[in-house]
């Protein structure tokens, strides 16, 4: 993984390295499955093809478990606030500190179009939306422009800015990529480690979310990201992937992989009596 940043000498932080967005699909409740099934990550480049929100990444950096990075998503606006939080987290700070948590300005925000923006402005109007929307849900129309409704927090968070500073001082191992899981996964190598987190194939008909980008995630993705991992496996990678219990899923991952059953916390649903753990799948 020739592109990788190296990290700069550790120190030990006031305050450890944490998501500082919401994301659909998060694995805050599930890092203790995870980190087992990665093993040992310091030997190579940590790999991380569907970032999300990531919580295994900064639960890896937390531990010192991460000497170098790859960090990446097909989402523009995401990795711009993954860039602006590494590298210029002063001024994402200051820009979060000029909103609040009032619907007309939630709704005003949301109007405005992210290319008019600074890289840190787009940052902070991601943070703010994420902090204040309706469930911390992150969605776009296929327009690819955020649709989420006002969440109507009492109190909520909008600029933390000693998280943002771990978060940064983190990010630090990282290099942050926007582009195809197949760009990044290409490029790990024996001792490396990835982990897969991609939309999950829907169980039912009515189940299904993939609209973190205009583009959805469809089934020929699911096997494209199956024969790349297998691919990565033969070049000695270490590949963690996690995916939902559905039956063609474990009919996919049946060769080559083992397929370990775990509980995952889901609060998507916008009736809370609703919400509740579900099987999912974490290949390894």
């Not at 203790?32 to 790999?47: C, D, F, K, R």
């Not at 995401?78 to 210029?88: G, I, K």
């Not at 969440?151 to 191992?173: F, K, M, Q, W």
């Amino acid at each position: 993984m020739a592109q990788a940043v190296l990290p700069a000498a550790r120190v030990a932080l006031s305050r450890p390295p944490a998501p500082f967005l919401k994301w659909v699909g998060g694995k805050r409740q599930l890092v203790p499955q995870i980190l087992q099934a990665l093993g040992p990550t310091h030997l190579g480049t940590y790999v991380e093809p569907f970032v999300g929100g990531g919580a295994i990444f900064f639960a890896l950096a937390e531990r010192n478990h991460i000497w170098r990075a790859v960090l990446s998503d097909t989402n523009d606006e995401l990795m711009t606030a993954y860039l602006s939080v590494r590298d210029e987290v002063a001024h994402v700070i200051a820009a979060l500190r000029s909103h609040r948590n009032d619907p007309d300005h939630f709704y005003a925000v949301r109007e405005i179009d992210p290319a008019t923006l600074s890289p840190a402005e787009r940052a902070a109007r991601l943070i703010f939306l994420n902090r204040t929307c309706f469930n911390g849900l992150y969605r776009v129309n296929a327009k690819g422009l955020f649709n989420v409704s006002f969440g109507r927090y009492v109190n909520p968070t909008i600029c933390d800015a000693e998280g943002l500073e771990a978060a940064s001082r983190a990010l630090r191992h990282a290099e942050l990529r926007t582009c195809d899981f197949a760009v990044a996964l290409a490029d790990a190598r024996s001792m490396d480690v990835a982990y897969c987190d991609p939309p999950y194939v829907p169980l039912s008909a009515t189940s299904s979310f993939t609209s973190y980008t205009r583009n959805r995630f469809a089934s020929d993705d699911q096997v494209r990201l199956r024969d790349l991992a297998l691919a990565a496996k033969q070049r000695g990678v270490r590949v963690v992937l996690s995916n939902s219990a559905a039956p063609i899923v474990r009919e996919r991952y049946r060769d080559g992989f083992t397929c370990t059953e775990v509980l995952a916390p889901r609060a998507v649903n916008c009736r809370a009596d609703r919400r509740r753990a579900i099987t999912e799948l974490l290949i390894a």
